[in-house]
């Protein structure tokens, strides 16, 4: 089992910054990767930024040269610094952990954080 708590979400301007967290705990050492995910009022979950266990990342494309993923190793915490927002970036932000069972990948999910941009 692995639990995550986010933080880090709110209200900010358009241009402004915000940098959500996400702790993990638990079987951490069964995560292979992680990443953030938002779901805007009437549309799907989509993939944000992830970074697996060895470092590597990849971003939408909606917010490359915006955003950066990053991960605290001692902290069992990963960041999303979030630049430049813009009002298309509202969304509710869920921070994922894809953990290996033994057998199989599972998805484990937070309980998501509100992003407001908007003037």
């Known amino acids: 089992q692995v639990q995550l708590v986010e933080s880090g979400g709110g209200l900010v301007q358009p241009g402004g910054s915000l940098r959500l967290s996400c702790a993990a705990s638990g079987s951490i050492f069964s995560i292979n990767a992680m990443g953030w995910y938002r779901q805007a009022p009437g549309k799907q979950r989509e993939l944000v930024a992830a970074?697996?266990?060895?470092?590597?990342?990849n971003y939408a494309d909606s917010v490359k040269g915006r955003f950066t993923i990053s991960r605290d190793n001692a902290k069992n915490t990963v960041y999303l610094q979030m630049n430049s927002l813009k009002p298309e970036d509202t969304a509710d932000y869920y921070c994922?952990?894809?953990?290996?069972?033994?057998?199989?990948?599972?998805?484990?999910w937070g309980q998501g954080t509100q992003v407001t941009v908007s003037s």
């Open positions: 994922n952990a894809r953990a290996w069972t033994g057998s199989s990948n599972y998805d484990y």
């Open positions: 970074i697996t266990s060895g470092g590597s990342t």
